[in-house]
T-cell receptor, first 114, second 119 residues
Framework: AQKVTQAQTEISVVEKEDVTLDCVYE???????LFWYKQPPSGELVFLIR??????QNEISGRYSWNFQKSTSSFNFTITASQVVDSAVYFC???????????FGTGTSLTVIP | GAVVSQHPSRVICKSGTSVKIECRSL??????MFWYRQFPKQSLMLMAT?????????EQGVEKDKFLINHASLTLSTLTVTSAHPEDSSFYIC???????????????FGPGTRLLVL
């Protein structure tokens, strides 16, 4: 069975602070994909990143960075110098093979205070 | 890029009525589409997998007679909430895998969602 855990339900930071959102996953499949999505109040999911199980290379995209560690089954997301526009719910998700269903974590609600 | 649309974006109905939600893949064909439900401040949970030309596959605990899914074409799947009740009020999101996976980092394109409020 697949499972994604986001232990942080809500996080509040002051603008310009760095913040890390944690994600821990469980799967017995050797090939899988990990994702992060942003869900603003409108509800529409905004794709942020996909990571393949065989690629542990960390990635940086502007103020966003992701740390994938298979040894701890974690895929953490860091926002550097947070901005008010970063306020949203962030979901970590797992898919065991391409095109199959997604298993979502419970989400982390991030509030950036100006 | 590929887009998935949903209609309506928001619907309010009276208890006991039926509501149909459409999910369309706009510039690609989707033999499979997924329907998710999200209650306020909760995660997205898969309700069913919609398969073009065949019956949908429902997740455990989802009433197939209440949530009717029809995947009549390669670009359209519909979810009908029959005899809706207030507890069916939720955010419904569909998704579809892109036709050309190698060109996209996204393995699923999500629709913008439909907010259903049953009074």
């Amino acid at each position: 069975a697949q499972k994604v855990t986001q232990a942080q339900t809500e996080i509040s930071v002051v603008e310009k602070e760095d913040v890390t959102l944690d994600c821990v996953y469980e799967t017995r499949d050797t090939t899988y994909y990990l994702f992060w999505y942003k869900q603003p109040p409108s509800g529409e999911l905004v794709f942020l990143i996909r990571r393949n199980s065989f690629d542990e290379q960390n990635e940086i995209s502007g103020r966003y960075s992701w740390n994938f560690q298979k040894s701890t089954s974690s895929f953490n997301f860091t926002i550097t110098a947070s901005q008010v526009v970063d306020s949203a719910v962030y979901f970590c998700a797992l898919s065991v093979y391409t095109g199959n269903q997604f298993y979502f974590g419970t989400g982390t609600s991030l509030t950036v205070i100006p | 890029g590929a887009v998935v649309s949903q209609h309506p974006s928001r619907v309010i109905c009276k208890s006991g009525t039926s509501v149909k939600i459409e999910c369309r893949s706009l510039d690609f064909q989707a033999t499979t589409m997924f329907w998710y439900r999200q209650f306020p401040k909760q995660s997205l949970m898969l309700m069913a997998t919609s398969n073009e030309g065949s019956k949908a596959t429902y997740e455990q605990g989802v009433e197939k007679d209440k949530f009717l899914i029809n995947h009549a074409s390669l670009t359209l799947s519909t979810l009908t909430v029959t005899s809706a009740h207030p507890e069916d009020s939720s955010f419904y999101i569909c998704s579809a895998p892109p036709g050309r996976l190698a060109e996209s980092q996204e393995t699923q394109y999500f629709g913008p969602g439909t907010r259903l409020l049953v009074l």
